[in-house]
């Protein structure tokens, strides 16, 4: 099962991607996890990453094409992977059909998760990550028992550095001009679902759960 989630960002697609995978067992492929890592590393590619990524815009095409080559080719995706925050321009789309046709895959379903802006703003700019163990929490609607304290492994709780206002904004403006026409490059493709998640988060993994079966 190859799945893709597509979405502003904010909309739930990371929170979703960690449960399905848990679900139906197979990875999460989020480059924006795999770049924070590069960039705590100090590898090549995070130090090619690490500007565009402070400013809320886009990492250049060839890095995280080059990434996800990379990682769909390991053992545990052989079951299938889930994209999350890839392919996020036209360019990168049409990078992953040949990737995936080399390697004679398809991809299942497109599923875009959709919000209104100033609930995205709203919920980025609240929102902490547990560092061990990738639990999210907002400091309005799901605040953990301790401050910064993880309810459910007791890790630390982190801010990423690009939550905050004037980044967020930026990243908005860049996924309506540079991601949402990758929509229409899967709409046109069939397998391209939308689902409301301006919903409680159970209704939509319920919602993304009919739709990957
Ligand atoms: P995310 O965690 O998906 O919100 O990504 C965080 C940041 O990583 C983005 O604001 C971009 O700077 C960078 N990034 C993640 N995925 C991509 C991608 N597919 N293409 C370009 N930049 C990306």
Redesign the pocket.
Known sequence: MNLIFMGP?GAGKGTQARQIADKYGIPQL????M?RAAVKAGTEVGRKAKA??ES????TDDI?VGIIADRISDADCKKGFILD?????VA?ARALDSMLMERKLKIDHVIDITCDTEALVARITGRSTCAGCGEGYHKEHKKPKKAGVCDKCGGTLTTRA?DNEETVRN?LSVYDQQTAPVIDHYRHKGAFKTVDGMQEMDTVFKNLCAIIG
């Open positions: 960002p989020s480059t924006g996890d770049l565009a990524m809320g815009g886009l990492v995280v925050g890839f392919p996020r321009t990168q690009d990243r």
